[in-house]
């Protein structure tokens, strides 16, 4: 039995490397299905370069984030994808959350507050960004700060601490690229969860 299984494994051995040989190169590069599934599934996460066109500037910061913190990262990427705008946008705005907030969805901190400034985004109801129940909304508040993305020609092609001040007009607009790592890392953690 035992010599029966090894000239039947061999006989099968021998059949393959016969029809290999017979169908050529062209065999081989027919049954490449295994090698586009695995290359497909490696795509699906964002890419460096998508992510960080420029590169990280400068030094950068990293902080531990909660379950809220990470909820609220969570929120920014679905409220990009649902406005149609891409990975790029999504790091552009978890930076300037990150900058601004912490990533936490501030409401009116008293005398600490910066004039009337709230949410993620520390957006100004004065400035015509929403009312307060609106910019303390994570999604309204992302898709107000990518609408304004939106309007700057060319943000694609900017560093994310330009075009980041270019929506927000911040009294600090170098630190926004401080947060450009940890935010790729976040849109690469769960752009597709």
Same mark, same amino acid.
């Given at each position: 039995?035992?010599?029966?299984?090894?000239?039947?494994?061999?006989?099968?051995?021998?059949?393959?490397?016969?029809?290999?040989?017979?169908?050529?190169?062209?065999?081989?590069?027919?049954?490449?299905?295994?090698?586009?599934?695995?290359?497909?599934?490696?795509?699906?996460?964002?890419?460096?370069?998508?992510?960080?066109?420029?590169?990280? %500037?400068?030094?950068?910061?990293?902080?531990?984030?909660?379950?809220?913190?990470?909820?609220?990262?969570?929120?920014?990427?679905?409220?990009?994808?649902?406005?149609?705008?891409?990975?790029?946008?999504?790091?552009?705005?978890?930076?300037?959350?990150? !900058?601004?907030?912490?990533?936490?969805?501030?409401?009116?901190?008293?005398?600490?507050?910066?004039?009337?400034? !709230?949410?993620?985004?520390?957006?100004?109801?004065?400035?015509?960004?929403?009312?307060?129940? !609106?910019?303390?909304?994570?999604? $309204?508040?992302?898709?107000?700060?990518?609408?304004?993305?939106?309007?700057?020609?060319?943000?694609?092609?900017?560093?994310?601490?330009?075009?980041? !001040?270019?929506?927000?007009?911040?009294? $600090?607009?170098?630190? $926004?690229?401080?947060?450009? %790592?940890?935010?790729?890392?976040?849109?690469?953690?769960?752009?597709?969860?």
């Amino acid at each position: 039995m035992n010599s029966m299984l090894r000239k039947s494994v061999l006989g099968i051995a021998g059949l393959a490397f016969t029809g290999g040989m017979f169908a050529g190169p062209i065999a081989a590069h027919a049954d490449a299905t295994p090698v586009t599934a695995v290359s497909t599934a490696q795509a699906d996460k964002p890419d460096t370069g998508t992510l960080t066109p420029h590169g990280v %500037q400068g030094a950068q910061s990293r902080i531990d984030l909660n379950a809220e913190q990470t909820s609220n990262a969570k929120a920014i990427i679905a409220a990009t994808k649902k406005t149609g705008m891409d990975e790029r946008a999504a790091v552009v705005s978890i930076a300037t959350a990150l !900058q601004e907030s912490k990533l936490e969805n501030l409401g009116h901190l008293g005398d600490r507050n910066d004039h009337d400034s !709230q949410g993620l985004f520390q957006q100004r109801p004065s400035s015509g960004w929403g009312t307060v129940e !609106q910019i303390t909304n994570p999604e $309204y508040a992302t898709t107000a700060f990518l609408n304004s993305l939106k309007q700057i020609d060319g943000w694609k092609d900017l560093p994310l601490t330009v075009a980041a !001040q270019k929506v927000q007009v911040s009294a $600090y607009p170098d630190h $926004y690229a401080q947060w450009e %790592q940890q935010a790729a890392d976040l849109v690469t953690q769960h752009w597709n969860s």
